[in-house]
């Protein structure tokens, strides 16, 4: 069946040093037109999908070394021979024709909004040889604090930027799951979280705010979809009408930021009618006491009157919960536990506290620890001197004043203020990686901060907003055009890798990982990439200690790793081997050990009498599908989605436009979308649009940037707001809403 790409091209690792197959000539053909020459493959090759996370693996289908269709790999744990409609938006993506095509300059000094960079064409040798003479200049002048990396964290990014000796390497984190991370460290692992959830066999699944079914994240509705076949219970919190609300046997439309009081009263529920699994409890938890003392002021009539939800509903749920087993209590990264509000690593303790109550941490049916093999990294392979002391900060973000968020993470939420003030040191060069500027709380503060910055080396692979405000462009290969292997993770019940096979690059582009090795080499940092340093060698090493082979995996239908039986562990990684429900790591460095009530921080008033909500449609991935002409011409702009009865208070019309305006100082227009399906005193928008790069052809002008109305934070506010994770707090904020 899968008579394929050769060894050659699935060699081409991550584009290790790979020449353009093909030159720019592809830009004049739409994704479906046939190919300008004809090259050699009829075959398919084996891939794994990047774009939202779950990383489905899946087989191209190749007509004349083209890709005509995919279909998710059967042999994937996590596809389970399907992608979603995201994952098959991916072709167009690969074929983009306003993909960046080979490196580029910035010839205009001004940057910003609207600007035209003035670009001109440029060589690798070039490219390579700027970014370096830059960082270089900046390391030697400034110290190399003076550098800001943001990407995402990998062995190779991190080595990257402690070879250099800067500790700011920022990544997204706290925009997407610090809260859990840091809540899973302390209770549960010592390191952080595991995404892999047992939902299938589930019994009763409680969700706040959890939006699994409604992401498309493929995997978890089709295991909720047939636990529900089953006879389980779906129980949604939700101030929304979401997917998964949509598919629940109750919808319970929560007051924003409120989650917390309704958990704690069904922890209070559950210990003091003695519905909690005692056997769980007693040999594998640790701080129970401490708990039971601590919950019994949050009655449910409290929890009512800060939640609005009735107190028999949390009383009966409290008790369906704990009787019906296996129950789980569903979350994976931003739901109401995620980095949302002041409070939401609280409601993050309080899912961990309620899953280990109801014994089902790590037991069929539960939230599973990592199942993932042990591979060799970059220490393993190559030994090399040892990293700078200023690594350990102080960082930019500021992040090593908060203990617990860990160094490797990061905040975008104090990036640009960090910037602005040049505390503890000015950032004279930057590298971005793989993150867009609208990814960011109040991106046009990060403009006004990004535009300080001498020297700024951007790799991506469309002309997205970071782009528009490099000095040197580095295009990157796309997921398609890189090989490897990639670890089973999101839906993991035991270990399994997926090979990627490389599509022959389309354009003069390269991975990223070779491009950060040649410039610390130009550096003169040579030590730190010793004699045959490269990625290829760490795939293939990896590959090796699995005991298999490229070829064999590929013979086994692209993957390696066969089921197995479940251990439930009984061993955690806390200092005391146990689950802690009173986490003596949060205790040491200072912050509440036990989950207790604490409020959001934005408060609805007569000037913004809303609360935001956001949440993303099923078919888009932020900028990763937006510039997709099929899904544009489906849903062209995002919306604001308010109540029936606020439509009628406000004015408001169907498809007509509105102002959302928030105390960031900023406010977008948007189209009006009108329900039932959300309560009266919050209205949603949908992440995705809001593009105001001139060069993304399809997304440019389209919506509005939800994160415009999120406030950013100092150092100092986030200290004051006491969340460990430095959580961005995306909708903990009110808003005004008019007619535009
Ligand atoms: N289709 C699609 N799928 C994606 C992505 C994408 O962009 N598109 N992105 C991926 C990424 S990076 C992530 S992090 C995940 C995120 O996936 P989820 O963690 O499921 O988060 P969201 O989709 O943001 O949905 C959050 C929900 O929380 C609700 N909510 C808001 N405030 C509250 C509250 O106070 N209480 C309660 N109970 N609910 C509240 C919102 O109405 C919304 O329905 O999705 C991933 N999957
Ligand atoms: N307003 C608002 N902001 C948010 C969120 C939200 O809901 N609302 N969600 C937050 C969450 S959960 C997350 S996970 C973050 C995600 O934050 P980002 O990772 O910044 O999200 P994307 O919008 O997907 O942008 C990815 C960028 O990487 C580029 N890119 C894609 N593939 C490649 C590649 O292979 N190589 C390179 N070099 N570049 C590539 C894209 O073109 C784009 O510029 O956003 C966060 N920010
Ligand atoms: S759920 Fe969809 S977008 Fe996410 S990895 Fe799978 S196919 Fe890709
Ligand atoms: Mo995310």
Same mark, same amino acid.
């Given at each position: 069946m899968n008579q394929s790409l050769s060894r050659r091209q699935f060699l081409k690792l991550t584009g290790a040093g790979a020449a353009a197959v093909l030159s720019g000539g592809l830009t004049a053909f739409s994704p479906i037109a046939a190919p300008a020459a004809a090259a050699e493959e009829n075959g398919s090759l084996y891939g794994v999908c990047d774009l939202c996370g779950m990383g489905c693996a899946f087989i191209a289908q190749l007509r004349y070394g083209r890709i005509v269709s995919l279909s998710g790999n059967p042999k994937d744990q996590i596809a389970e021979g399907k992608l979603c409609v995201k994952g098959y938006s991916g072709v167009r993506q690969v074929y983009d024709p306003d993909r960046l095509k080979y490196p580029m300059k910035r010839t205009n000094p001004q940057k910003g909004v609207g600007v035209d960079p003035g670009w001109i064409k440029i060589s690798w040798d070039e490219a390579i040889g700027l970014v370096a003479s830059n960082l270089k200049q900046a390391r030697d002048t400034n110290g190399p604090q003076s550098i800001l990396f943001v990407g995402r964290p990998s062995s190779w990014t991190k080595h990257f930027t402690q070879a250099i000796g800067t500790p700011n390497h920022v990544t997204h984190v706290n925009t997407c799951y610090s809260t859990h991370d840091v809540v899973w460290q302390a209770m549960?692992?010592?390191?952080g979280r595991s995404w892999t959830t047992d939902y299938e066999h589930s019994r009763y699944i409680l969700a706040f705010g959890w939006n699994g079914m409604g992401n498309s994240k493929n995997h978890w509705a089709r295991a909720v979809g047939r636990a529900l076949v089953n006879g389980a219970k779906l129980v949604v919190f939700d101030p929304r009408l979401s997917i998964t609300a949509a598919k629940a046997d109750e919808w319970i439309p929560i007051k924003p930021g409120t989650d917390l009081a309704v958990l704690l009263a069904m922890i209070r529920t559950i210990i003091n009618e003695e519905l909690y699994d005692h056997d769980f409890v007693g040999q594998y938890t640790a701080g129970f006491d401490e708990l039971k003392a601590s919950v019994q002021e949050y009655t449910p009539e409290w929890a009512s009157s800060i939640s609005e939800v009735p107190a028999d509903t949390i009383v009966r749920i409290a008790r369906e919960f704990a009787r019906t087993k296996p129950a789980v209590v569903a979350s994976h990264k931003r739901d109401a536990g995620g980095p949302n509000y002041a409070n939401s690593w609280r409601t993050s303790q309080c899912f961990v506290t309620l899953n280990s109550l109801v014994g089902s941490?790590?037991?069929?049916g539960g939230p599973m620890l990592d199942h993932k093999p042990k591979l060799p990294d970059l220490p393993d392979l190559w030994k090399v001197p040892k990293y700078p002391d200023s690594v350990k900060g102080p960082r930019v973000d500021g992040l090593?004043?908060?203990? =617990?968020?860990?160094?490797s993470r990061g905040s975008f939420s104090t990036l640009a203020e960090g910037i602005l003030s040049q505390k503890p040191n000015p950032i004279k060069a930057a590298v971005f990686w793989?993150?867009? =500027?609208?990814?960011?709380?109040n991106p046009p503060r990060l403009v006004d901060a990004l535009k300080t910055i001498p020297f700024i080396a951007v790799s991506d692979i469309m002309p997205t907003e970071i782009v528009q405000l490099a000095d040197v462009v580095l295009p990157e290969n796309s997921y398609f055009e890189g090989g490897g292997i990639v670890v089973r993770e999101y839906h993991a019940m035991y270990p399994q890798v997926a090979l990627k096979e490389a599509l022959p690059t389309l354009y003069d582009t390269k991975g990223f990982v070779p491009v950060i090795l040649a410039i610390l080499k130009k550096m003169g940092l040579n030590d730190y990439v010793p004699e045959g340093m490269d990625p290829g060698k760490l795939v293939d090493a990896q590959i090796k200690s699995l005991g298999t082979s490229a070829a064999e995996i590929k013979g086994n239908g692209g993957v390696w790793g066969t089921a197995t039986e479940h251990t439930p562990a009984t061993v955690f990684g806390t200092p005391s081997k146990k689950v802690e429900l009173y986490a003596t790591l949060l205790k040491d460095k200072g912050y509440d050990p036990l989950p207790r009530w604490a409020p959001p921080q934005a408060t609805v008033s007569d000037e913004y009498p809303y609360h935001l909500l956001i949440w993303r449609k099923a078919w888009e991935r932020m900028t990763?599908?937006?510039?997709d002409p099929v899904l544009a011409e489906f849903y062209p702009e995002n919306h604001v989605t308010v109540h029936r009865q606020t439509a009628a208070k406000l004015g408001l019309q169907a498809d007509g436009y509105a102002w959302v305006e928030s105390p960031s100082g900023n406010k977008i227009r948007v189209k009006v979308e009108v329900t039932e399906g959300i309560r009266p005193d919050c209205v949603a928008v949908d992440h995705g649009f809001g593009h105001w790069s001139s060069a993304l052809s399809v997304a440019y002008g389209k919506g509005g940037n939800d994160g415009d109305l999120t406030p950013n934070h100092t150092v100092a506010q986030q200290r004051e707001l006491g969340c460990p994770a430095v959580a961005t707090m995306w909708e903990d904020v009110a808003v005004k809403v008019y007619k535009a």
């Open positions: 549960v692992t010592g390191t941490l790590d037991r069929p090593e004043q908060f203990p =617990v968020a860990g160094a793989k993150h867009n =500027v609208l990814s960011f709380p990763q599908t937006s510039n």
